[in-house]
């Protein structure tokens, strides 16, 4: 059995969906198909999730059909009759957005989550339709139904472990499941979603819970690349990497899968299949627990901007019981997380989002660290930029980050702060914003173009 979960991009028109059909007929063991909202049909267009959204705070304000509305509705509307849907169905999807839009309003935050939810609910129902319609065995399943369960934390909900063993039922459904991604239910019976990009979480957790011989998860490129293709154009593909290393890479930026979707197929050691779903036959890339290194010290860089530093300076820093300790507690306490920190005898660095300061809180925050712990120095860094290389391959090359500091450095890039993993299957480099590009290019020419004698 193969759980094949499809994004937005691959459900967003009529034709995309008959590619689905095509696509998940071709392979008798592909038993349940994961569907996301529609998503966007070009560039400019807005996914559905987002229109949602919207027309969700404006029928909490107005408690009126805004435009919107309007838009959500158009959008499944062609995508019906695309797909030669009937009539029926089409004032029935209607029905059932302004059956959830007109919930219970207490609660804005919960009336919100199920508003989201919403979109793929609806997808779920209208592929179901068009696969029954072509005369296959197919069925929509409801989250609930199914025992999909989640915890309290709208926009962040965690899957509840009695999940998995209620979901093993679904190996015993007839037919064909279309299962909507994205959410979950609470034990109140109220819908919550996990994160954007959510219905990966859901494919992995169904995966784990009928214990899939594989993963599909189908997008619109035909593998995951070393490199964003923004930034080097025609990158080296890649065939396969494991779950370590494209964990790292979509923390670091990767925008391929999401980073939490992994965790529930790594726990149940179900390989992961990202395909391409404009072109199937592409060989796509595999996740998996081990591969042969074919290819040296690094698989895959990713990077990502809009960070800041917090370094702080004391003499003798390291002999000082519970410095660190103390210093995490002040960020602790003006509800701030970080990313990492390097440090050295005297001195420490944290890196953190700086989405989350403003200049006020900056200059409590080093009045803080001055006072409390008497630090000879604070000075708070924005603009960085954190480029990763990632690979399991640097625990046995020697040089990794000789080669990595001697591309950047030929290429007059700074390096402001340099961590590598306790994994040994990554390196990170900090450099400022306006030099991010160019360092990727710098590392990428290193390990990827540059031919070693």
């Keep these: 059995m193969k759980v094949v979960k499809f994004g937005g991009s691959s459900l967003a028109t009529g034709e995309q969906v008959k590619k689905v059909f095509d696509i998940v007929m071709s392979d008798p063991m592909r038993k349940i198909v994961v569907v996301s909202a529609p998503g966007k049909r070009y560039p400019e267009d807005e996914k559905i999730t987002d229109l949602l959204i919207s027309c969700g705070k404006y029928y909490l304000k107005n408690r009126t059909l805004g435009h919107a509305f309007k838009k959500i509705v158009e959008r499944y509307t062609i995508i019906a009759n695309d797909l030669n849907l009937s009539r029926e169905l089409i004032d029935q999807i209607k029905e059932e957005f302004v059956r959830v839009l007109n919930q219970d309003f207490s609660n804005p935050i919960i009336y919100l989550e199920a508003v989201k939810a919403s979109g793929e609910d609806v997808n779920a129902k ?62 109140n019976g109220e819908a919550l979603t996990f994160s954007r990009s959510g219905s990966d979480i859901t494919g992995s957790v169904l995966a784990n819970g009928v214990k899939s011989t594989i993963y599909e998860n189908f997008t619109d490129v035909d593998a995951v690349y070393s490199v964003n293709p923004m930034i080097i154009e025609h990158p080296k593909e890649i065939r396969e990497i494991t779950y370590r290393e494209m964990r790292e890479l979509s923390y670091a930026g990767f925008c391929v899968l999401h980073d939490e979707a992994l965790i529930p197929a790594y726990r149940a050691g179900i390989p992961v299949h990202i395909k391409n779903t404009n072109n199937p036959s592409a060989p796509g890339t595999k996740i998996v627990f081990e591969r042969v290194q074919k290819n040296g010290p690094v698989v895959g860089i990713a990077s990502d901007n809009g960070f800041c530093s917090i370094y702080v300076s004391k003499y003798l820093m390291n002999r000082e019981v519970g410095f660190g300790r103390r210093l995490l507690h002040i960020l602790e306490k003006f509800n701030l997380s970080y990313e990492h920190s390097p440090s050295g005898i005297d001195d420490i660095s944290i890196i953190l989002r700086e989405s989350q300061l403003n200049k006020e809180m900056e200059k409590e925050i080093i009045n803080y660290i001055k006072y409390d712990l008497d630090a000879d120095e604070v000075k708070i860094e924005h603009g960085l930029a954190l480029i990763m290389i990632v690979g399991e391959g640097m625990r046995r090359f020697v040089g990794t980050a000789a080669r990595a500091s001697k591309a950047l450095a030929e290429n007059n890039i700074n390096i402001e702060m340099i961590n590598q993993g306790s994994s040994e299957v990554s390196m990170m480099f900090g450099v400022k914003e306006m030099d991010e590009v160019k360092a990727v290019q710098a590392l990428y020419q290193e390990f990827f173009a540059r031919v070693l004698i």
Excluded: T, W
């Excluded at 065995?137 to 063993?165: F, T």
């Design 126 to 187: 209208l592929v179901a339709a068009y696969f029954q319609q072509c005369g296959v065995e197919a069925s929509y399943m409801n989250p609930r139904d199914a025992g999909l369960l989640v915890s309290n934390e709208p926009g962040n909900a965690q899957v509840l472990p009695e999940s998995y063993n209620n979901l093993a039922n679904l190996r015993n459904h007839p037919g064909i499941i279309i299962f909507p991604g994205f959410f979950g239910f609470n034990k």
